[in-house]
Each structure stands twice: as structure tokens, then as C-alpha cells.
């Protein structure tokens, strides 16, 4: 539960808590294969990333999965290879442009011939950002929660009907915004059919600061990946942390069911706005 | 669908015919009875002990302090022994059936430093009653405490086979069992949500209570609906003498209470409430003026004698939380608890003694912001009505009967959502109301044969229905999730429709016998085998996937989907006491083994989740293991030390890869040392020592890598350990002013928490370093991370 996550910092300070860290050993599993692939509709040029799992405390990237022979296939019967960047092994690129109301699967060949492939993913609706705006006035630090600045937000609308799902990612100064506790995801159960007003994006931002946001509809399987994805990363070992658990994605082997296939295949819609953060009187 | 009401019918018809019958039991003996009471509270003095000497034989006072016995005409002389009290002897003449309520005294050990206690003082060794816990609240207000504040829940984690996930978690963990499993009844009402602070606190305020009882096995047949344990909580009576009155001030609470008759050794009340100040702590902190935490109690009971065969209660707990988040938002979240009791103690005759009680309790929290975008009111409760009838029949010396009903309605409102403000994003939202009514009828017998053996056999038969007025989902295939691989992102079956059911009609219902047999066999005075059997049903479950249960966890009844879940229980035991009874030993072993309990899907979304059964999965677990516990109960130096060699494990389709894994509360080695003693007649000193071992934790067995976030991938659940835990705590209480005449009598109490200050690990998680998110690194978080002193003082009049 987010709400409580936000809470048990409050509880922790007052609790004399204190966090260590410390030197273990853990264990270290297969090698698994992992996806990360975002298709958007604004894009004609797209990249899937291939790489494999890593011992938990080795340091650096983790090792890139080379050579493999990618493709993205439609239920139109259109097939799109994909080519390996030279520049950037481990990256497959693929040109084209997502249709509406078709269905794409990846289906991928590694080195040693295990086929892997993806459930079908599809454009879902999405509604525009209607505008961009900072919070009026500089805003202060709240001790350990947040550091003096400005506030950034949108106005959006969540169009009628049930089954919609969304996740925001946001960019300052091009670089994506990876705090655990900043990443949002939603279904559309609360707000459906609702304006949605000054929902906050970026906090703590400076006068130049260049602040982009973009509104993804995503598949209700996206949502549950993200949604589990982001709740491993902001578990932190607080009293309402859920049990960690490993992240099922939507890539399988369909010769070996068992085996376990991390990262998504992800395709979506995108409503981006962006605003450079100017100093207010 | 059957109605309800014939199935009640049934039951109040067998209930009434059993009644008839015990009436018709032909008796020769006359009969002594009467009830025991401390003679400066006029408290009943429940389980103190009676016995004739001529027979070598006796009974003990229930929870109204009342007792019967059964003897062939003749003198007597009865022996009164109870804990805490002096011992009286009395000679009682029986040529018919006689009353016989002594008053007794309590001992005051500073006058004598060796008090001679009754002869009798081995009842752990003869009682029927094994796998028994039962602790006074003198004895909890002698202890070391966190932040001075004595409390129920914390004691009871230093009795052998009570665990929790960790300091500062809500709930106990009896033997093996989930803190759902417990049914903690607080003057017979049960208590939903036992925690102020998310888990810091209980919401018993010791100076209300007098004693309480923690049944882990062996469980009377009285007791039902839950899997694992009982804990019955008494509230003070109220003193029906005098007036008194107690205020105390400890680091984060203040209590006052006030007790006196309102008709002299008739009717008597008590009143009683605590605040804590908490939130001032929070306001140390100069930027968080705006943020408040604290929690409040009151607790109330009065106390009718109306005659020497009625008796009328009345008594009444209301408490809350309340956090508030400032700045705009505006986050606000309250959460508590309410009781009432009324119970009507009657004798038919001074073998028939009976309880009908009538209980209300209640549980809810809301929560909710006046932010103008986004400003929601969030709010659930759970209501529960419980009329419960109780027979005590004290057939003969060799049998008493016990045999009742009890009914339970239960109104689960699980969650509803409204919107704040016309700008608000969200919309309403009520996740269904669930109604169900349980019902229960049992009866058990105590018997003796011979000089030797006791024997407790006893069955009940519970009946659970889920029913309307209520609106449920259909889903393909009938059943929420694919059974064969719950867990999988396909297992998640589609919702077909809905169907609607009126007041009272059944939707599911289950029920079935729960046999509870219990076994003494003395070997001689001083020691004793034990051995009982229990198997206990429960219908309703808090749904709750966290570390450690938050507030708005809500509970869910057995309905078409969600089973009950089943537990039964082996233990056997041995008990031996030592110089004169001054020692006690017991070692007793126990096997569990429960049966669809509930687990959740990965990711799962528990509140506000109108469809909230596709997230769960059943499973089944097992708990074993051995209990020691060496206790010195008289003299200057008092206490105990016990130890628990247990494993609890789960069994879950879906997760670990189907193999059993370490439930959370997982503590192979717990050792704890309780130790009080009377300096001189001024200083008191108590210490506790814990060790256990660390509980389990999952560790990562690789990580990668998407759009710069680095995960861990997560192995075997549990399948790793926390360092172990281990604390010496520490208080020094001094009494200035002794004189058992004064007026006023003050008491300083001093507590060091965590003496040396170590750093016990709550949790290890795993996640990239701040700094180099490149890097990733294991962080260990302690709750309470340093000593902990605290200063209080109380007053008495």
C-alpha cells in the first residue's frame, strides 16, 4: 500500500530506527534472459534490448544477449526483423509503425536455439495531457520527505468506461526519473470517466530545470508487472513491505514453460507534455 | 438454499434437550458453592484453588470467581489457596447444601521474606490444563517496558510458543499460527485489532485489566473460531469496598482510573482511560510541526450483585489511533476499536451456574484527504453481535458439565470510498458487504476416575453461512483462479456475471465437529503427564500480505469461494514441581497441522479490491515443537525462564515452487529469562533476556536490468536468515513511601529498553544504492535501534 509506505518514514524517525548496510552472501541462480522492449505509437524506429541476469552483487551493467534473431510479428501476418545495433550489442532495432487494433508478439532466437516468444500486446486509448504547469510559489522542505522547490504537474482526463491502464514516466533534463517512490501506475476503478487535476510529476525542481511527462496506456498485463515491479522496488524492509517475489513478465519458452523469462514486451500509446521550469516572483 | 432460521431451530431444539436432561441427573451429595473475592477490591478471584481435606479433593473458581463441589455430608475443612494471597483454612459444616464465599487477603511478601504458601499450590501439576498461559497484571506492570508503558501482548511474547515477526509488529504468533488465529476476547468481546501504533502498542491499558489467560492448546470446548489460540482478557470489576483511584505518567502515556461501589459489596464500577503523547515526539522534528500521532483508551465496567443467585455486568472499551500528515494534503487516519458486554451471571441452582452474555464489538478506520484534485474518505469496519448462553454443571464430585450456545452475526464492510470535493479525481467505490452468522452449540465433561486420572472430553459443533443481503461475482469455471496454477499470470479467471441474494438467504455455508479431549494423569503429587487433542475451525480471515498487519487489513468470511480453515492440534506434556511447589517445570511437546489457510498471488491487491478472491490462494501448513518453562512463582526472587524449540512451515500451489517454505514467524531457537527481585521492602528490580533466531528472509539469486531500474530476482521464498535477535531489558521500581496506611502511595518505575543497545535486525532488503545506482547493496533496518530509557510514576489513593 503506497499511502503506508509514505507513513513508516514518519513512524521509523520517531522509532530512534536505524538502517545499516551490510555485506552478505547471497546466492546466485541460472542465468536468465531478460526483455525490455517499450513499443510506442509515436515512434517508427524501436528498440528491443536483450541482456541476461547477473549475481546480485556484481557490480556494473549487466551482460548483454548477443546474436540473437529477433522479430516482431503481427496477427496480420506481417513480420518485422530486427537487426542488432553495432554500436550498442544487445540492442535490436526495427522500423515501423504501430497499427491500431493489431496484435504484436516478439519472438526471438538466441545463440543456442532457444526460441522464446511474448503474449500479444496492443494499442490501448489514451488521453491527451491537457497542459503542464509548476506549483505557484517555491515549496518548502519537509525534513526528510522532500527538499525545497518547485512542483510539477498535469491536467489530464480519464476517458468513460472501465478497463483502462496507465503508467506516467517522467524525464528531468532528459534523464528518466528513476526514484522507486516516484513511479506511477493505475487502473482506472477510482477515476473512471474523471478529470484529473494537478497530479504531481516532479518535485523539487529548480528554475531551467527541463521537465517532461509522458501518459502511457498500457495492457492490464503491463499493469500488473509494473505494478509488481515498482512494489519489489519500493519495498525497504518497512513493517508493510509485501513478500519479495519474483516478477513474471509476459515472455515465455514454449518449448520449457518452467523456464523462467524476466523483463516485458510492452507496447502503448503516448500522450507526452513538457515545460521548463521558470522562477516565479 | 436453506434458510437460516431452520438451521437455528435445529440447534436451540438440541441445545434445550440436552439442557432438560442434565436436570433429570439424580444426586445424593449435598453441595458447596459460593464465590471467592479478594477482600480489599471485592474482585472475584478467578482460578483460586479449594480444597477439603478430608477428601483430598477440590475444585477451583471460574471467571466469576464462583465454585461448586459436591461432598457427602460431613465437616469439613476447606483450604483456600490462590496466587498473590494468603492461604486460609475454615472449617465448614455440610449436613445440606451450604454457601461458602470467603474473602481473601492478599500477601504482602515485604512483611515476611519467606511467606509459607498453601499446601496446594500444584495446580499446573493437577489441573486438566496444559499448554496454558496466565499471566496478572501485577507482574506485567513489574516488568521492563518499552518507553515505560506496560503491555498485555509484548509480556505474552516472553511465554514459550508466542512469537511475533518482529518488535514493533502488530499481533502474536501462537505456536505456528498466523495473528489472524488468535481470538482475543476482551471481557468476552472479540477484539479484531489489537494494536495502537501499528503493533508499538496493544490497546489493553494495564491498568484496566486484571488478568489474562492465553490458551495455545488444549482448547475448551467453550472456545471457538479461531485456529490457534485463546486469549481471554479481564477487565478490573471495579472495587465494591471502596473508593480508589490510580493516575500514572509514563514516556509516552498518561492514565488516570477510578473504582469505589456505588452500593456498598453490591455494585461497584470502574473507569479507566489513557492518552499518549507521542505525536510531541514527532513535533521535535521542526518541519514536521504539521504531523501528528497518538492513541487513546477508555475502558468502563460496572458490576451489579442483584442477589446471592444474580449477577449483572456491564462493561465497555472504546479506543482509537489517529495519524495526521499536514500541508496541504491534509492526510488524515483513524483506526479503533469498540466493546460492549452485558452478562448476566445466574444459579438455577449451586450446582447449575450460568452466563448469558450479550456482546457488541467493532472495528473501523477511515481515512482521507481534503486535497482539492485528489480528496477521498475512506472508510471500513467490521461489526459483530455475539449472544452466547453458558452452562457450568457441577454434577458430582467426579463430573462437572459445561455445555452452551453462542451465535455470532457478523456485518463485514470491507472498504468504501467517497470523493471529496467537486474536483476530485476519484469516484466512489464500495467493495461488496459480506453478511454471515456463526453459530455454535458444544458440551464437554471433566471427569475424575479414581485418585489418579482426569479426563476432558468435550465436542462442539460449529455452523457457518455466508449470506445475503449480498452481491456476488460468477466467474468461469466456477472458482476465481485456476486451481492447478494460481499463481501464473493466466490464472486469474474471468468474471461472468453477478448474482444478487435477499436478507438471510444463504450463499455457503460449512460446519463440523471440533472434538477437544484432554487427558491428566498424576504420577504423584508433584508431577503429572498431560496430553490433549484439539481441533479447531475458522471462518473468517484477515486478508493481509504485509510484514507486519497494517490497519486497513479487513477480514473476510468463508463464502463461496474462501474456505474455513481447519487446525488440529497433538500435545502431550509433563509437569513437576519442585521444593514444596516453589519450582514448576513443565516440557510439553506439540504437532499442528493446518489445513486452507490463505496465501496471496504475487503482487497482490488486497483493499479496495472488489473482486479480492482472485488474489488469494489456499494452502496448508504445519507447526511442531517442544516447550520448556522453569518458573520460581514465591520468595524475593520471582520469575522464569523458557525456552521453544519450534518450526512453523506453509505449503502453498504456486509458491516457492510448490515446496514448503518458513512461514515469516519462523524462530527455531527462543529463549526468554524473566527475572524479579525485592531488594528491600522499597526496590524492586525485574530484567528480561531474550534470544531467538533471526527470522527468515528471502534473498535475491541474481538481478537485471530495465530502463535503468535494477532488480533483484528473488529465489527461494524465506529461504535465508536475519542474524539472531537478543535483548536484555531492565526496571528498577522503588515505592518511597511503604506504609500500607498511607493515604496516597507513589511508585517510581525506571525501564532501560535494549540495554546494550543493539542493533536487532528487523528486515534485510536489497535494492540499488542511493548514491551509485549502478551498485546494489543489502540494507539492514532495526525498529529499535538503540537503549531505549524511560521514566514514569504512579500514584494510588
Known amino acids: 500500500m503506497k499511502i503506508l509506505k509514505h507513513i513508516w518514514p514518519l513512524l521509523f524517525v520517531v522509532m530512534i530506527g536505524c538502517e545499516d548496510a551490510i555485506d552478505l552472501d547471497v546466492p546466485t541462480g541460472d542465468t536468465r534472459v531478460v526483455v525490455d522492449a517499450l513499443l510506442l505509437d509515436v515512434d517508427s524506429v524501436h528498440i528491443v534490448t536483450l541482456s541476461l541476469t547477473s549475481p546480485y552483487f556484481e557490480d556494473g551493467e549487466t551482460p548483454r544477449l548477443t546474436g540473437a534473431n529477433v522479430k516482431v510479428v503481427s496477427n496480420t501476418g506481417d513480420t518485422v526483423q530486427f537487426t542488432e545495433s553495432t554500436a550498442i550489442p544487445g540492442d535490436y532495432i526495427g522500423e515501423f509503425k504501430l497499427v491500431d487494433g493489431v496484435q504484436y508478439n516478439l519472438d526471438f532466437t538466441v545463440p543456442n536455439g532457444t526460441r522464446y516468444l511474448s503474449y500479444a500486446e496492443q494499442l490501448n486509448r489514451v488521453s491527451p495531457i491537457d497542459s503542464i504547469y509548476q506549483s505557484e510559489e517555491v515549496e518548502p522542505a519537509q525534513g526528510d520527505f522532500r527538499e525545497e522547490g518547485y512542483a510539477v504537474y498535469i491536467d489530464t482526463y480519464e476517458p468513460e468506461g472501465q478497463g483502462d491502464y496507465y503508467r506516467w514516466i517522467t524525464f528531468i533534463n532528459g534523464e528518466q526519473d528513476i526514484n522507486p517512490f516516484n513511479q506511477f501506475t493505475t487502473d482506472d476503478r477510482l477515476v473512471d470517466g474523471n478529470p484529473i487535476i494537478k497530479m504531481e510529476h516532479a518535485r523539487e525542481r529548480v528554475p531551467g530545470d527541463f521537465v517532461e511527462v509522458w501518459q502511457m496506456s498500457i495492457s492490464e498485463r503491463a499493469y500488473n508487472f509494473w505494478n509488481l515491479f515498482f512494489t519489489q522496488l519500493t519495498n525497504f524492509g518497512g513493517p508493510f513491505d509485501t513478500p519479495p517475489a519474483p516478477v513474471e513478465g509476459n515472455i515465455y519458452n514454449p518449448t520449457n514453460e518452467n523456464e523462467q523469462v524476466l523483463g516485458f514486451f510492452g507496447i502503448s500509446r503516448v500522450s507526452k507534455a513538457s515545460m521548463v521550469v521558470v522562477q516565479l516572483p | ?797
Open chain 2, 1 to 797: 438454499m436453506q434458510p437460516l432460521a431452520i438451521m437455528l431451530r435445529r440447534y436451540l431444539l438440541l441445545f434445550l434437550l440436552s439442557f432438560v436432561g442434565f436436570q433429570l441427573l439424580a444426586q445424593k451429595n449435598v453441595t458447596i458453592s459460593g464465590y471467592i473475592k479478594d477482600i480489599e477490591s471485592g474482585e472475584a478471584a478467578i482460578g483460586a484453588t479449594i480444597y477439603i481435606q478430608e477428601l483430598e479433593t477440590g475444585g477451583v473458581t471460574n471467571i466469576y470467581g464462583f465454585y461448586s463441589l459436591s461432598v457427602p455430608p460431613g465437616d469439613y475443612t476447606l483450604v483456600i489457596s490462590y496466587v498473590g494471597f494468603e492461604t486460609i483454612t475454615q472449617s465448614v459444616s455440610a449436613n445440606e447444601d451450604v454457601t461458602f464465599s470467603p474473602e481473601i487477603r492478599p500477601s504482602d511478601i515485604s512483611l515476611d521474606a519467606v511467606v509459607v504458601e498453601g499446601e496446594k499450590q500444584n495446580q499446573n501439576v493437577t489441573s486438566i490444563e496444559m499448554s496454558v498461559e496466565k499471566m496478572d497484571v501485577k507482574t506485567i506492570q513489574k516488568m521492563p517496558a518499552f518507553l515505560g508503558e506496560p503491555d498485555i501482548l509484548r509480556s505474552s511474547l516472553l511465554l514459550p510458543g508466542v512469537t511475533n515477526v518482529g518488535e514493533g509488529a502488530a499481533g502474536i504468533n501462537v505456536r505456528g499460527g498466523n495473528i489472524d488465529q488468535n481470538l482475543i476476547l476482551l471481557d468476552g468481546a472479540t477484539i479484531y485489532s489489537s494494536s495502537h501504533l501499528f503493533g508499538f502498542f496493544s490497546i489493553f491499558n494495564s491498568d484496566a485489566i486484571q488478568d489474562f489467560k492465553l490458551y495455545k492448546g488444549g482448547i475448551p470446548a467453550e472456545y471457538g473460531g479461531r485456529l490457534s489460540s485463546v486469549m481471554d482478557i479481564h477487565q478490573k470489576e471495579g472495587n465494591s469496598k471502596k473508593f480508589t483511584g490510580r493516575a500514572s505518567v509514563s514516556s509516552i502515556a498518561t492514565k488516570a482510573t477510578i473504582e469505589g461501589p456505588i452500593i456498598q459489596d453490591k455494585w461497584s464500577f470502574i473507569a479507566s482511560g489513557r492518552v499518549s503523547y507521542l505525536g510531541y515526539l514527532t513535533r521535535f522534528d521542526p518541519d514536521s510541526e504539521d504531523n501528528n500521532i497518538y492513541f487513546y483508551d477508555l475502558n468502563g465496567k460496572t458490576n451489579f450483585i442483584l442477589s446471592e443467585k444474580d449477577r449483572l455486568f456491564l462493561s465497555g472499551y472504546y479506543g482509537q489511533d489517529v495519524l495526521a500528515i499536514g500541508g496541504e494534503s491534509n492526510f488524515r487516519f483513524t483506526w479503533g476499536n469498540g466493546t460492549v458486554t452485558t452478562r448476566w451471571n445466574h444459579l438455577f441452582s449451586n450446582k447449575l451456574f450460568s452466563n448469558l452474555a450479550f456482546m457488541y464489538s467493532n472495528y473501523d478506520y477511515s481515512l482521507g484527504t481534503n486535497d482539492p484534485s485528489f480528496g477521498f474518505d475512506w472508510r471500513a469496519r467490521i461489526i459483530n453481535y455475539n449472544l452466547k448462553y453458558d452452562f457450568t454443571y457441577y454434577a458430582n464430585s467426579n463430573n462437572t458439565l459445561k455445555y452452551g450456545v453462542s451465535a455470532l452475526y457478523y456485518d463485514f464492510r470491507p472498504g468504501k470510498v467517497t470523493s471529496v470535493g467537486s474536483e476530485s479525481a476519484f469516484n466512489g467505490l464500495e467493495v461488496p458487504v459480506e453478511k454471515a452468522t456463526e453459530a455454535a452449540v458444544y458440551i464437554s465433561n471433566e471427569q475424575k476416575i479414581g485418585t489418579r486420572l482426569t479426563l476432558q472430553y468435550g465436542l462442539r459443533y460449529s455452523h457457518f453461512f455466508n449470506h445475503g443481503e449480498a452481491t456476488i461475482n460468477l466467474y468461469e469455471n466456477d472458482t476465481p483462479r485456476n486451481p492447478e496454477d494460481p499463481n501464473s499470470f493466466n490464472g486469474a479467471n474471468q468474471i461472468i456475471g453477478t448474482q444478487k441474494y435477499d436478507q438471510w438467504d444463504v450463499i455457503k455455508d460449512y460446519g463440523g465437529l471440533e472434538p477437544r479431549i484432554a487427558a491428566n494423569f498424576l504420577l504423584n503429587e508433584f508431577s503429572s503427564v498431560k496430553a490433549s487433542y484439539n481441533r479447531m475451525r475458522q471462518y473468517i480471515h484477515l486478508v493481509s500480505n504485509t510484514t507486519a498487519s497494517v490497519p486497513i487489513d479487513v477480514w473476510k468470511p468463508a463464502g463461496k469461494y474462501v474456505q474455513p480453515s481447519t487446525a488440529d492440534q497433538f500435545a502431550i506434556g509433563y509437569f513437576r514441581n519442585f521444593r514444596n511447589n516453589t519450582f514448576e517445570f513443565s516440557a510439553e511437546i506439540y504437532y499442528k497441522q493446518f489445513e486452507d489457510l490463505l496465501d496471496y498471488v504475487d503482487g497482490a491487491e488486497l483493499v479496495l479490491n472488489p473482486n479480492v478472491e482472485q488474489e488469494l490462494i489456499p494452502g496448508d501448513g504445519q507447526a511442531y515443537g517442544l516447550e520448556l518453562m522453569f518458573k520460581k512463582k514465591t520468595g524475593r526472587t520471582t520469575g522464569w525462564i523458557s525456552y521453544t524449540l519450534a518450526r512453523t512451515e506453509r505449503t502453498v500451489k504456486g509458491i516457492n515452487n510448490n515446496e514448503p517454505y518458513p512461514s515469516n514467524y519462523d524462530k527455531p531457537h527462543d529463549v526468554s529469562l524473566v527475572v524479579f527481585h525485592q531488594i528491600r521492602t522499597k526496590w524492586e528490580i525485574g530484567a528480561t533476556f531474550v534470544y531467538m533466531t533471526g527470522r527468515p528472509v528471502t534473498y535475491p539469486d541474481g538481478r537485471y536490468q530495465m530502463e535503468g531500474f535494477i532488480l533483484a530476482n528473488y529465489g527461494n521464498r524465506n529461504g535465508a536468515r536475519m542474524p539472531d535477535f537478543h535483548r536484555l531489558d531492565l526496571a528498577v521500581n522503588f515505592t518511597p513511601n511503604f506504609n500500607p496506611d498511607a493515604k496516597l502511595k507513589g511508585k517510581w518505575n525506571l525501564s532501560i529498553y535494549n540495554v546494550y543497545a543493539r542493533r536487532n535486525a528487523f528486515s534485510i532488503s536489497f535494492r540499488q544504492n542511493e548514491d551509485n545506482p549502478t551498485q546494489t547493496q543489502a540494507y539492514q533496518i532495526s525498529l529499535i535501534g538503540s537503549i531505549v530509557p524511560a521514566i514514569g510514576y504512579a500514584v494510588s489513593f
